[in-house]
């Protein structure tokens, strides 16, 4: 098991009931495969900083979580065929996660690091 | 000059102990991108290897994920 964070942007032109449903195939696809969400976060609506697909526009949504190592293949095999998905990004997460706790500034982390050691 | 040289020595990421730079964090990483979107040099950040080994990795991410431009937007 491992942790990952995948980011995708979703074509906002189909309409918020079309976005949630895609947003929960991908969390039941990871699911499925026996991962835990440990994060769950929608960025929503963001103006691209160049058009993808003619479009400007796209509905971010970020998900950290812990699973096998086959799954980011799978996660991008099923991105690449879903044709309201415009882009996605799946890294191994170097980020260190504190349940309970939201995002924090940087300032404030890094003070917080300082403090520990 | 010796402002130059004074600063280039420091790696913020280091004074900052900031240890992972997050693709994500958009803020931070405009700051290190010119007006045309290229990555600034070390010579001008001033960081340190390793720092700006993880930062051109956290920019290219951005900007697949297009939060951050390859170019300087097009005007129409």
């Known amino acids: ?117 | 000059m010796v402002d130059e040289l004074k600063r280039r020595k420091s790696c913020r990421f280091c004074e900052q102990k900031i240890k992972i730079i997050d693709y994500k964090d958009e803020r931070l990483l405009r700051r290190y991108i010119s007006d045309r979107g290229k990555i600034l040099p070390r010579r001008i950040t001033g960081n340190c290897a390793r720092h700006q080994r993880q930062l051109t990795m956290a920019i290219k991410r951005g900007r697949h994920l297009a939060m951050l431009p390859f170019t300087a937007e097009v005007t129409r």
């Open chain 1, 1 to 117: 098991m491992r942790k990952y964070e995948t980011t995708f942007i979703l074509d906002p032109s189909m309409g918020e009931e079309k976005i949630e449903s895609e947003i929960k195939r991908v969390s039941d696809l990871i699911q499925g495969h026996g991962a835990k969400i440990l994060q769950n976060d929608r960025w929503g609506m963001r103006k691209l900083s160049y058009p993808i697909a003619k479009k400007n526009q796209g509905y971010y949504v970020f998900i950290l979580f812990e699973g096998e190592e086959n799954l980011p293949k799978e996660l991008e095999k099923f991105y690449v065929l879903n044709e309201s998905c415009l882009r996605f990004l799946t890294v191994k997460s170097e980020t260190e996660y504190a349940p309970e706790s939201q995002p924090k500034e940087r300032s404030t982390s890094s003070r917080g690091a300082e403090n520990l050691e």
